[in-house]
């Protein structure tokens, strides 16, 4: 089975520091997402990357920014962490082709305050 | 811009009953379509996809869904809900290849005894 790890489940940071959250996908995946998740918004799309050091912009990327140094990892940065980005954050990962999933990680649940 | 829409934020069906959620879609080209299901505190989980032939696709659990282009909908269906499928429920689309998806809202699923 695909596994997606995301290292914290919860996690408490104030205004201003600058967070990371991290994803480790086990299945040599080329695709990498991150989302977050809010009540009655559903999930939307933050950044992905198809490759290592690549990354493109989803539909929120503003106040975020990624690295992916290793195919295997993919990191979302708050550079300067706001309350309004108290939310749950998930990563996915797929592989490169027009029939490929998306397998989700557990979600970091993420408290700005 | 491509859009999913599912108009029922909360459903509440008995135990043993049918179940159908409603997911419409706005894409320009042919959609990749798929369900997801969250139970409270996880990620999501597919439970079904379709990218083309058969426009009845069976999932795990029992569900299946159906596409229907000239409604551009991918209803859910369950011909008899068990307590553990409450879960919020996802619709997605994306038009295949490294894109991210693009959710619905989710519909949130009430099980009663």
């Known amino acids: 089975d695909v596994k997606v790890t995301q290292s914290s489940r919860y996690l408490v940071k104030r205004t201003g520091e600058k967070v990371f959250l991290e994803c480790v996908q086990d299945?040599?995946?080329?695709?990498m997402f991150w989302y977050r998740q809010d009540p009655g918004l559903g999930l939307r799309l933050i950044y992905f990357?198809?490759?290592?050091?690549?990354?493109e912009k989803g539909d929120i990327p503003e106040g975020y920014s990624v690295s992916r140094e290793k195919k295997e990892r993919f990191s979302l940065i708050l550079e300067s962490a706001s309350t309004n980005q108290t939310s749950m954050y998930l990563c996915?990962?797929?592989?490169?082709?027009?029939?490929?999933?998306?397998?989700f990680g557990d979600g970091t649940r993420l408290s700005i305050l | 811009a491509q859009s999913v829409t599912q108009p029922d934020i909360h459903i509440t069906v008995s135990e043993g009953a049918s179940l159908e959620l409603r997911c419409n879609y706005s894409?320009?080209?042919?959609?990749?379509l798929f369900w997801y299901v969250q139970s409270p505190g996880q990620g999501l989980q597919l439970l079904l996809k379709?990218?083309?032939?058969?426009?009845l696709v069976q999932g795990i659990k029992g569900f299946e869904a159906e596409f229907k282009r000239s409604q551009s909908s991918f209803n859910l269906r369950k011909p008899s809900v068990h307590w553990s499928d409450a879960a919020e429920y996802f619709c997605?689309?994306?038009?295949?290849?490294?894109?991210?998806?693009?959710f619905g809202k989710g519909t949130h699923l009430i099980i009663q005894p």
């Open positions: 996915a990962s797929s592989r490169t082709g027009r029939y490929q999933p998306q397998h």
């Open positions: 299945m040599d995946h080329e695709n």
């Open positions: 990357s198809y490759d290592v050091k690549m990354k």
């Open positions: 894409y320009g080209a042919t959609p990749y």
């Open positions: 379709y990218f083309s032939g058969d426009t």
């Open positions: 997605a689309v994306t038009g295949g290849g490294a894109d991210g998806l693009t």
